[in-house]
């Protein structure tokens, strides 16, 4: 009888032990989708970037491409304004000298003319539409599905709705410098812990309310 029981009580202790084992594989088996980010090679440093850790990996991204594409010198760091539909969003874009990362900031009604600095997203009194999103594209899989769609597996983003905070800490002479943190996930669930987030840009005013002639 005893011998019944111990054995028993080691195959009770083996499935236990057997299963914990699983659990701890699968917490931590690699997520193939975040693999690129141990290879990613940062810019060497500039006046102007967006960068930061994701998962501990350090990305700076200062790269522009205006030799091969010269509207990027505006639309990569522009300030779209149309006061006749109340259009306020500000894009700030840059890649990695490879291009096979790219990280954007958008702001949709940030006012940030008028603001007062430092500006803080979210806030209390936010305004119909005003948030902030950070975007981290593996441009290396890019194509490999439809960008937003159930697939993108990609395309890392969230919102000041959903985790992000940012922060403007300067806006002088249309640069605007800052802070940003939080979290950022795929469609298809992966995610990635954004730290030491930091950008300067320069700002380019788009009036789209004003006529453009030929």
Same mark, same amino acid.
């Given at each position: 009888?005893? =011998? #019944?029981?111990? &054995?028993?009580?080691? $195959?009770? +202790? ?8 699983e ?37 700076y ?8 594409y ?6 990569? =760091? #522009?300030l779209? &304004?149309?006061n006749? $539909?109340? +259009?306020?969003?500000i894009?700030?874009?840059r ?24 500006y ?8 119909l ?21 159930? =697939?993108?597996?990609?395309?890392f ?12 800490t ?12 939080g979290n ?24 789209q309310?004003k006529?453009?002639?030929?």
């Amino acid at each position: 009888m005893k =011998n #019944a029981l111990l &054995i028993l009580f080691t $195959i009770a +202790l083996f499935s236990s032990c057997e299963k914990k084992y699983e659990v701890a594989l699968t917490q931590t088996k690699p997520d193939p989708d975040k693999e690129f980010l141990k290879t990613v090679k940062p810019d060497e440093k500039s006046e102007y970037f967006i960068s930061g850790e994701f998962d501990g990996h350090e990305i700076y991204c200062a790269s522009t491409f205006v030799d091969r594409y010269p509207d990027n010198s505006t639309v990569l =760091n #522009a300030l779209f &304004i149309n006061n006749l $539909i109340k +259009l306020d969003n500000i894009h700030l874009v840059r890649f990695n000298k490879l291009q096979d990362i790219r990280i954007a900031i958008y702001f949709d009604q940030a006012d940030i003319l008028n603001r007062a600095i430092p500006y803080t997203l979210p806030h209390q009194n936010q305004v119909l539409c005003e948030r902030v999103e950070v975007q981290l594209l593996n441009l290396k899989k890019a194509g490999s599905a439809i960008q937003n769609s159930q =697939n993108d597996n990609f395309s890392f983003h969230s919102s000041s709705y959903k985790g992000i905070t940012l922060v403007v800490t300067s806006f002088k002479d249309y640069i605007m410098e800052g802070t940003f943190k939080g979290n950022i996930r795929t469609n298809t669930g992966s995610s990635i812990i954004v730290e030491n987030g930091k950008f300067r840009i320069k700002l380019k005013i788009v009036d789209q309310s004003k006529p453009v002639y030929n």
